[in-house]
């Protein structure tokens, strides 16, 4: 099941999958208590194992008028292959496109790019290290 959750549920996921080496209050993320933005969280019975956090963002240098970010999307390791990413992934993207966006993005970490790409992303420019964290990629979904 996917349904809407707080800010605060998404960080101890973000901890334990995204950056460990943070603390729980060092992974409130710009945006994260924005009124357009939409924390969505993927369930298995009552244990939440899925998380992604989407809100209305331009990508940085570049013109896109109804852009959304996709940001802090995690699935714990347990259930990875399971289809909680897909599905939790489809619900932000339709999330943003009745919100009226016309373009997903996300920095995506580069050992995930194929997961995205699935999904109808694609890579655009060169892989970028963000400090601390490692090599990522920008990807993009148009929306009809």
């Known amino acids: 099941m996917i ?3 707080t800010a605060a549920e998404t960080r101890p996921l973000r901890q334990r999958v995204l950056r460990p080496h943070q603390s729980l209050e060092e992974l409130a993320y710009p945006g994260d208590d924005d009124a357009g933005t939409v924390h969505l969280g993927a369930f298995a019975g009552d244990a939440l194992v899925g998380i992604a956090s ?14 959304y970010r996709l940001r802090g999307m ?3 390791p347990e259930v990875r292959g399971g289809g909680y990413g897909g599905r939790l992934l489809e619900a932000a ?3 943003a496109r009745a919100s009226g966006a016309t373009l997903v993005w996300c920095n ?5 790019a194929d997961f ?3 999904y109808g992303f694609r890579a ?8 601390g ?12």
């Open 124 to 131: 655009e420019g060169a892989v970028f290290e963000l400090e």
């Open 133 to 144: 964290i490692g090599p990522h990629v920008y990807m993009a979904r148009d929306l009809p």
């Open 3 to 5: 349904r809407p959750i």
């Open 54 to 67: 989407i809100y209305p963002e331009p990508p940085r240098g570049r013109d896109a008028t109804g852009a």
């Open 74 to 76: 995690a699935t714990a």
């Open 93 to 95: 993207v339709e999330h």
């Open 116 to 118: 995205y790409r699935r």
């Open 108 to 112: 995506a970490r580069v050992p995930v």
